[in-house]
């Protein structure tokens, strides 16, 4: 059965062992501009990596594109980050300031609180400083130049552009990935189409399988189930493996340094893949905003046309109001995926708290244990309160699900 259904199986841990032997490490747009959103530490980690996988890394052309396009802007967002840190640290500082005789902070520990302060500030403008020193003056950049100097694709001619674009509308419709959620963008909507495209071209070519590297969490790459993301679309794994008759296999950039510090022998802390676990999860957190208030603005919209008229007997208009609650579902089920992102991610430090309790409790330092008690009760009350807005969303869900004139539609549309 796994001979002929191989994408609805797990890779094997002597497969994954054979795939890092062997296969070409492909890199996503997002994992090169997340280098310029890590701190130094974890940038040279992910770096060193690449260079001691440099005879097999590579890029798509329409990677590089991208990756030239956006750096600046990137560039620009932590410069501005850095900026914002600051604005609002002021702001703390001078609400203690505009009452000198605040009944709750001594004169000795304001001035203390001003000296940190002071401290955090300088050294968050020397971050942005630097920051904006890189528009000029680049290391980030002169790596990844030396990197990928031999280990780019080449640009696919306009022809090809226009076929694979022409191909992408009927893919799109179809919901057949990768690339599909970008159907609404203003611009390079079928980026993530003109990359695969480029990535199975150069698989045929040098007949090795590929592992892709790519914080983009949408789940037109990724199989996510229950909230969970169980690895590479199916669909993914079939195509790729029905043209080139090699393995595919995916990682977001945590996991690949994560996997890289066990295959290189290569020692990484904790704190590094967490970090590049974070930083992914921001993104897409960003990026669940951004699609929600484009959904919320369009079901403002189709609801204002809609009250105009609410002759219900009109076809277009039962369509409209159907659609209408497609689009209410959607966007809560938007947040119902954000909301276990984040219970995942307190359940985590929770189990890892209360193992550093019990480490701290055999040790006797019963000081730092309630501190991480403090934090434990504290993650306990954010799980609660996430379940319970979970549970409002899928009662909201029911609801509409429920609505008379809601199955209507269905049964009229479907």
Not at 373 to 386: D, G, N
Request: proline content about 2%.
């Amino acid at each position: 059965m796994k001979s002929m259904f191989p994408e609805h199986f797990s890779l094997s841990e002597e497969e994954i062992e054979k795939l890092w032997d062997n296969a070409l490490f492909v890199f996503d747009t997002n994992t090169l501009l997340n280098l310029y959103r890590y701190s130094d530490k974890t940038k040279n980690v992910f770096l060193k990596i690449l260079e001691k996988l440099k005879k097999r890394i590579w890029v798509s052309n329409h990677t590089a594109n991208e990756f030239f396009t956006n750096r600046l802007t990137v560039i620009s967002e932590q410069k501005k980050a850095y900026e914002n840190a600051i604005q609002k640290i002021e702001e703390i500082k001078g609400i203690f300031e505009k009452d000198k005789s605040h009944p709750f902070v001594s004169k000795k520990n304001f001035d203390a609180f001003s000296s940190c302060v002071k401290n955090i500030c300088n050294e968050l403008r020397s971050n942005a400083e630097q920051q904006g020193k890189k528009i000029n003056k680049d290391d980030t950049l002169t790596r990844i130049a030396e990197l990928f100097s031999k280990n780019i694709g080449e640009p696919l001619n306009l022809e090809t552009v226009e076929k694979i674009e022409e191909e992408g509308k009927n893919r799109f419709e179809k919901q057949i990935p990768p690339g599909y959620k970008d159907n609404k963008k203003n611009e390079n909507n079928f980026g993530d189409l003109i990359i695969w495209n480029e990535i199975i071209e150069k698989s045929k070519n040098v007949e090795i399988p590929i592992i892709f590297i790519t914080d983009d969490e949408k789940d037109d790459w990724w199989h996510i189930f229950d909230g969970k993301t169980l690895g590479p679309r199916k669909e993914l794994i079939k195509e790729f493996k029905d043209k080139t008759g090699q393995l595919f296999h995916m990682y977001k950039s945590y996991t690949f340094i994560k996997h890289a510090s066990n295959y290189l022998e290569e020692k990484i802390d904790e704190k590094t893949i967490n970090e590049a676990r974070s930083v992914g999860e921001i993104l897409e957190r960003r990026n669940n905003e951004i699609e929600l208030t484009q959904r919320k603005r369009s079901l403002f919209s189709n609801k204002m046309r809609f009250r105009e008229n609410e002759n219900f007997n009109d076809p277009d208009l039962e369509k409209r109001y159907y659609f209408e609650n497609k689009h209410r579902i959607r966007l809560l089920e938007l947040e119902i995926r954000e909301l276990k992102m984040k219970k995942d991610f307190l359940t985590q430090r929770f189990f890892h708290l209360e193992k550093e309790i019990d480490k701290l409790n055999e040790t006797g330092n019963n000081r730092e244990a309630d501190e991480k008690y403090r934090e434990v009760t504290t993650i306990k009350s954010r799980i609660f309160s996430i379940d319970n807005k979970i549970m409002d969303c899928n009662a909201e869900i029911n609801r509409i699900n429920n609505n008379s004139l809601f199955e209507r539609n269905n049964q009229i549309l479907f």
